[in-house]
């Protein structure tokens, strides 16, 4: 299995502009680390009285995009090319066509593209944006695809040196979904 | 009027008298015309199946080639393209996905499809299932969100899942595989009949077209199966397949004729009598059936092949001598041979399969109208050009070799054992054989339930059949348990009995004690969070009852139609069993436990139904050799002139089964029509052999004619059995074998003339 990227690793080294740019960011992003990458994601649901925080770990496996949750439940949440798939306790699986959720398929698309230091399919999925504050970058996505478009306003990717430290998803009504990147301990 | 006009108005009025009777034909190509008409429910329950139940509009599809990514997402293009189709009801190809009809009406009639209503609404559960809910939406967004608003229970996906149309295929990201992982595999349902023929061959054509448009199909292959699929094929090569070779035969007959007469008057007056009989067997067919089968034409016309050796006689016999005089002299054994073959016809006729009883039907008529024109041609005023008799070739006599070949043949037959019949009721199908293998492999890939057992609950009203059948699946799970099944597919999943629907009405709480217990369940929820499944609940009263309509214009329908169906005067119910390893203590256990239910075996009840089948027509046939024996004893005069007659026929007819019997791997009823038309051909050389041995000229002239006919109707059959169709090729090849050791058996029983 290949692992996920976004450590921090290595001190940083002195910036060159060509290192500033968004193939450089994904490189070496993705040459990083190899462990898997712990998140926590904080969602609004209109159903809930307060936002509902899932946490977990995150890898690849081949061209999919694995979520194994710890709170609010421990289930895997598979986000494939065109469906996700939840596992839960008991053997109970159920899957869903990705049109269901476009949203889905940006985070996909965008953490996969960075995984495998792919700035090219990143540039092809996404119209983009990234600006440097010192060693703290900030990426912003805007996805291509019309159909993602509809559901998806923006992604916003930010972190420091090679390192992933949030993800803002954007819903176009306004609803907003957080993201924090640890290392795993 | 000169001769050739008479021939050619009587050919006019015979071809608009034959415009006519084709203009009242109702062709259908229903599978199971030439199956035999079922005796008890069981064989009921088997010719539906094969044949036009509700799984006639399924057609199953496999893509192979490619490696196994490009055939997965080839499946997924395929299955796009072909929903945009208009013949197309639904494509499946792995993801259970609900259309938006199927899904409203499910959501309406959930609470009263779905079992253990209590155990749902304990605390517990109730607690487990929003903690999913909280889990959906911890992945979904606002399209998760809507629909647990109204259905946070889940019963939707529950529903889904029970009715997903085909249990333990292997799937790989959500496309069907065959085990192998080798083909991708799909279902298509038609919109329309499996009989509606122009429109499922459409639908054939627009699914392999719109296959070959899409970009990444090259080096990908299709293959299509399912009853619509064969219905169309066999349609197409009814009339292809059959036409051609027809056109074969007719061409071959022209060229033999041609030379043998050197007269086109003869050769268009020699059509006459089969003309007439053709027309007179559609006469007679379309006033006597409703439908006429493709295939009984095809056949019919075929059949009546038989009728082109009676000019043959007439103008064989002519020679110098005017022709009237030729038609009396053959009248004698023509009519007796032409009433020995009607008796054999007329006994296809009173079989219990319409595709057979039609084949007699046409058969008799057209050989008894062939027979009587034959002997009215002299009328024409027509003339055989002058033609000496011939020499009489010497052939060795030898009665006792047909005798002893005939026994070998027997002994062949006895040694055979019971593999000399076959019982698949498939090879009675006028379907090209490579179709039905692919057929039945691809259902076997796609492991669409066990599709040879199933469970047939059968009672007079159709409440009583639904508790029927919920009493069984309630004690099912006792055969689970048992390890004899992994599960079932029962219609009472769609249509709970009307008791049991009131039990689940009342059984669930009113609005508000329900929300009062969702809110204790799990206080994350929104106190407004299930507005919309309260609504639903509170209009529970006002749902109509589910009847075996409630599916109409659904994906479901097809389903529940499937599993239960009007049966007479009652109703019957299937249950099918899925991952069945023990039938047979299942059957037993059936046997024990209170119920009317059977597990009916569709193969072993196919195959009895078969051996009854051969047994009742093998018993009319032999009730037609005796009569025609009996006939023959009348007519002849004499034991040992009819034993002598008989023994060529009969020989050739045990010879040729024996040696079909090991070619074919054993005969079907096919066969032993096959060698009932051979018999009566056969019969006709034994019997004009026989009559006319004493006179030196009329031997020349009878053998003469005899050999002309072995050759064009031997020929004729030997075409057809290079047809593709299974059923024409094992008739074409028995008909043309036994004609051929009919012909030689005539003249090694001849006695040498100057014996006589």
């Known amino acids: 299995m290949l692992l996920f990227a976004a450590l921090a690793t290595a001190p940083a080294e002195p910036e060159t502009a060509a290192a500033q740019d968004l193939a450089g960011l994904v490189q070496r992003v993705a040459e990083a680390g190899e462990q898997a990458l712990s998140f926590e994601e904080t969602r609004p649901s209109s159903l809930l009285a307060e936002p509902l925080t899932i946490t977990g770990t995150l890898h690849r496996d081949g061209d999919r995009l694995v979520r194994e949750t710890s709170t609010p439940r421990s289930e895997t949440q598979i986000l494939a090319a065109d469906y996700f798939e939840v596992r839960r306790a008991g053997g109970f699986r159920q899957r869903f066509s990705l049109s269901r959720a476009p949203e889905l398929g940006a985070l996909r698309q965008a953490l996969l593209a960075l995984l495998d230091g792919d700035a090219d399919q990143l540039g092809q999925d996404f119209a983009h944006e990234l600006s440097w504050d010192d060693d703290q970058w900030h990426l912003v996505l805007v996805p291509h695809d019309t159909a993602m478009a509809e559901r998806v306003q923006r992604l916003e990717l930010s972190g420091r040196d090679n390192r992933l430290e949030t993800m803002n998803l954007h819903l176009v009504d306004d609803e907003l979904i957080q993201t924090r990147f640890t290392t795993q301990p | ?316 016999h002519a020679g110098d001598r005017r022709l009237d005089v030729a038609a009396r002299s053959i009248s004698r054994p023509l009519l007796l041979g032409a009433a020995s073959t009607l008796i054999a016809y007329l006994a296809i006729w009173f079989s219990t399969s319409p595709g057979l009883a039609q084949l007699g039907a046409f058969s008799a008529a057209g050989l008894a109208t062939a027979a009587l024109v034959t002997l009215a041609l002299p009328a024409l005023g027509i003339q055989t050009p002058p033609r000496a008799p011939g020499m009489v070739r010497a052939w060795p006599y030898l009665p006792w070799l047909p005798l002893v070949l005939a026994i070998l043949a027997l002994v062949s037959l006895v040694s055979q054992g019971e593999q000399r019949w076959s019982s698949d009721l ?53 055969a689970v348990a048992n390890g004899w099944l992994a599960g079932w597919q029962t219609p009472t999943d769609l249509l709970p009995s009307p008791a049991r629907q009131a039990q689940r009405r009342a059984a669930w709480p009113d609005r508000d004690t329900l929300a009062e217990r969702l809110g204790e369940a799990d206080p994350r929820f929104q106190p407004a969070a299930f507005e919309p499944f309260l609504d639903d609940l509170e209009r529970l009263d006002e749902l109509d009852e589910l009847g075996p309509d409630s599916w109409r214009g659904t994906a479901l329908d097809l389903r529940l139609g499937s599993l239960l169906a009007r049966d007479g005067d009652g109703w019957r119910a299937l249950i099918l069993p899925v991952g069945l390893t023990d039938a047979d203590a299942l059957g037993d256990w059936l046997a024990n436990v209170d119920t009317s239910a059977r597990l009916v075996d569709l193969r072993a009840t196919s195959e009895a139904m078969v051996t009854a089948y051969r047994r009742d027509a093998g018993l009319s046939l032999g009730i037609a050799v005796a009569l025609i024996a009996l006939l023959l004893l009348v007519r002849l005069g004499s034991m040992r002139v009819t034993a002598a007659v008989l023994l060529p026929p009969l020989a050739a007819i045990a010879c040729t089964a024996a040696i079909m019997a090991r070619v074919d791997g054993g005969l079907t009823i096919v066969h032993l029509v096959g060698l009932l038309l051979a018999g009566g051909i056969g ?74």
């Not at chain 2, 015979?14 to 429910?41: H, I, M, N, T």
């Not at chain 2, 074998?737 to 100057?754: D, M, N, V, Y």
């Open chain 2, 1 to 316: 009027m000169k001769p050739v006009l008479k021939v050619l108005a009587c050919l006019a009025v015979l071809v608009g008298l034959g415009a006519f009777a084709v203009s009242q034909l109702e062709l259908d190509y229903r599978l199971d015309a030439f199956l035999p008409a079922p005796a008890d429910p069981e064989q009921a329950l088997v010719v539906d199946q094969i044949s036009a139940g509700p799984g006639g509009r399924i057609i199953l599809a496999a893509v192979s080639g490619g490696d196994s990514e490009q055939r997965i997402a080839f499946s997924r293009q395929l299955a796009t393209a072909w929903r945009q189709l208009d013949d197309v009801v639904r494509v499946d190809n792995g993801e259970f996905q609900l259309d938006p009809t199927t899904e409203r009406r499910l959501m309406q009639a959930r609470f009263l499809l779905l079992p253990d209503i209590d155990q749902r609404l304990g605390d517990q559960a109730l607690a487990e299932t929003l903690a999913d809910r909280v889990s959906d939406l911890a992945l979904g967004g606002r399209q998760v969100e809507e629909l647990i608003r109204r259905d946070p229970l889940g019963m939707l996906p529950e529903l889904a899942a029970r009715l997903s149309p085909i249990e333990g295929t292997a799937q790989h990201d959500g496309v069907w595989l065959d085990s192998d992982g080798e083909r991708a595999l799909l279902t298509v349902i038609s919109a329309w009949p499996p009989f509606a023929i122009a429109e499922q061959t459409r639908l054939v054509d627009e699914l392999q077209a719109s296959f070959a448009e899409l970009p990444d199909s090259s080096g990908l292959e299709l293959t299509l199966g399912g009853a619509p699929v064969i219905a169309a094929d066999s349609a197409q090569r009814s009339r292809s397949d059959a036409m051609t070779l027809s056109l074969l035969g007719s061409g071959f007959l022209l060229l033999v004729l041609s030379l043998a007469w050197r007269s086109p008057t003869l050769v268009l007056a020699g059509a006459l009598p089969l003309a007439a009989g053709v027309v007179a067997g559609l006469l007679v067919t379309v006033l006597a059936f409703d439908q006429v089968h493709g295939l009984t034409l095809a056949f019919g016309f075929t059949l009546l092949g038989v009728a082109l050796d009676y000019p043959i006689h007439l103008f064989g």
């Open chain 2, 683 to 756: 019969l006709d050389f034994a019997i004009f052999a026989r009559t006319h041995a004493g006179d030196r000229r009329q031997r020349a002239r009878t053998n003469r004619a005899i050999g002309l006919c072995c050759l064009s109707s031997g020929g004729v059959f030997l075409i057809l059995g290079q047809s593709d169709i299974g059923l024409l090729r094992m008739l074409g090849l028995t008909v043309a074998l036994g004609i051929l050791l009919s012909w030689l058996f005539a003249k090694t029983c001849q006695p040498p003339w100057r014996h006589i």
């Open chain 2, 426 to 478: 498939t090879r009675l199908s006028p379907v090209d054989s490579q179709a039905l293998a692919d057929d039945v492999e691809l259902r076997m890939a796609m492991q669409t339930g066990d599709v040879r057992h199933m469970m047939a609950v059968r009672e007079a009203s159709l409440d009583a059949t639904l508790e029927a059948t919920e009493a069984l699946v309630e004690r099912l799970p006792e």
